[in-house]
């Protein structure tokens, strides 16, 4: 009931900027943690950063300096601005929040079906 859309991905030159969204809808009552996971090839998905529902945020060292996450409360968005981008960076980006549906319910973590970013060197 459910859904997290990313968009923005694609290809980019190597030191250009590319920037993501993930829009969540559906039953909703409270967002908690917003966050931004990536899986390159033959690696683990990690986190790239995450922002708290009181603006709190945390990126991987990787990252950090070069993409900003930021969220719209009102919106039910959230967003990766991407700049400075290496190769290193090309991996398959999902967007992921964690959702209550209910007022008293517990919340669960939902997860977009990803989008690929490309990094051309």
């Known amino acids: 009931q459910v859904q997290l859309v990313e968009s923005g991905g694609g290809l980019v030159q190597a030191g250009g900027s590319r920037s993501l969204s993930c829009a969540a809808s559906g039953s909703i009552f409270n967002i908690y943690a917003m966050n931004w996971f990536r899986q390159a090839p033959g690696k683990q998905r990690d986190l790239v950063a995450g922002?708290?529902?009181?603006?709190?945020?945390n990126y991987a060292d990787s990252v950090k300096g070069r993409f900003t996450i930021s969220r719209d409360n009102a919106k039910n968005t959230v967003t990766l601005q991407m700049s400075s981008l290496k190769p290193e960076d090309t991996a398959v980006y999902y967007c992921?929040?964690?959702?209550?549906?209910?007022?008293?319910?517990?919340?669960?973590?939902?997860w977009g079906p990803g989008t690929q970013v490309t990094v051309s060197s």
């Open positions: 922002i708290t529902s009181d603006g709190v945020t």
């Open positions: 992921n929040m964690g959702v209550a549906v209910r007022p008293a319910f517990p919340w669960r973590n939902y």
